[in-house]
């Protein structure tokens, strides 16, 4: 019998709930898949076939506990998906520099390294930005991000040093199509799964839950449909391989674009819960990979 862990966190033994579907259509194919903590140091990954990460939501708060947890898993004789070249290289905003090399359009982006200088009010000289936001590399559910206005450059000037003195940071510039929504485009292998666009409580910029947004079934048109596919092929191209098992494009439209704003491949929240066929959709990508 296939046995497949389910890596989660430590406040989330049990997976969110949004993953049931997923665990039950694992269960009625005969497999055995059981939340397992990721950061718990006495788990025997060879003991399973396959690992496949999924809410291990508090992962960028411990960086070197998890790039050590990556490398367990590339020594570990079990399969890995997302695989860990793919884990290690998408823990790193820096990498959507790599995408818009390779034509994927983003928000444009200053991509400062850890000690590095950034003086927002030069920045928003030069790009003749309104607003912008900076965030660390590695992050998650807008930790340690903050939207700034022209005016509130100088004062927000000490905390940017802190942070860069730490942590490599992004300055990007504020996208007010937000408000419109955020799509998130979900994909198993190279197929399209469902969709739903993300908005923003009144007067904030967060798309997140926790943070007062909202979640809101939508089709999207064949042109989005075509953006988020070039993005998924670019990173297969990045990456050498086969397409993720699964992903997350999550972006905004702008006149005739999509811009990215994330792609994620480590443990996106892929909302299961808006679709019922979604979690039959993985579980039978991930047995067919199998």
């Given amino acids: 019998m296939t046995s497949i862990a389910l890596a989660t966190s430590e406040d989330l033994p049990g997976l969110v709930d949004d993953d049931a579907p997923f665990l039950a259509a694992l269960r009625e194919r005969g497999v055995t898949a059981e939340p397992v903590v990721w950061s718990d140091e006495s788990v025997d990954w060879d003991g399973f076939d396959a690992v496949v990460v999924r809410s291990i939501w508090d992962y960028y708060r411990h960086p070197k506990a998890y790039a050590a947890w990556v490398d367990r898993l590339s020594d570990a004789d079990c399969a890995v998906w997302n695989p860990t070249a793919t884990l290690d290289w998408n823990s790193h905003k ?46 998650a559910g807008a930790f340690e991000t903050r939207q700034l206005s022209r005016a509130e450059a100088a004062d927000a000037q000490p905390w940017v040093d802190d942070l860069v003195a730490e942590k490599d940071v992004l300055v990007q510039e504020f996208a007010p199509d937000i408000e419109d929504g955020e799509w998130s485009l979900v994909f198993f292998g190279d197929e399209f799964s469902h969709a739903v666009v993300k908005r923003p409580e009144p007067g904030d910029y967060r798309v997140q839950e926790k943070h007062g947004g909202s979640v ?44 990215l704003l994330e792609v994620e491949l480590i443990e996106p929240e892929l909302f299961f819960r808006t679709d019922d066929a ?13």
Avoid: C, Q
Wanted: zero cysteines.
């Fill in 94 to 139: 820096f990498y959507l520099r790599d995408l818009a090399d390779a034509g994927v359009s983003t928000l444009p982006t200053e991509y400062v390294e850890r000690g590095g200088d950034v003086d927002l009010e030069a920045v928003f000289e030069t790009r003749e930005w309104d607003e912008l936001v900076v965030k660390p590399a590695v992050s």
């Fill in 216 to 259: 809101h079934v939508e089709e999207p048109s064949e042109t989005l449909l075509d953006n988020a596919r070039r993005v998924v092929d670019a990173v297969s191209a990045r990456l050498g391989g086969d397409p993720p098992l699964y992903a997350r494009v999550d972006g905004v439209e702008r006149d005739d674009d999509f811009l």
């Fill in 278 to 290: 979604a979690g039959d959709r993985l579980a039978e990508a991930l047995l067919a990979r199998l």
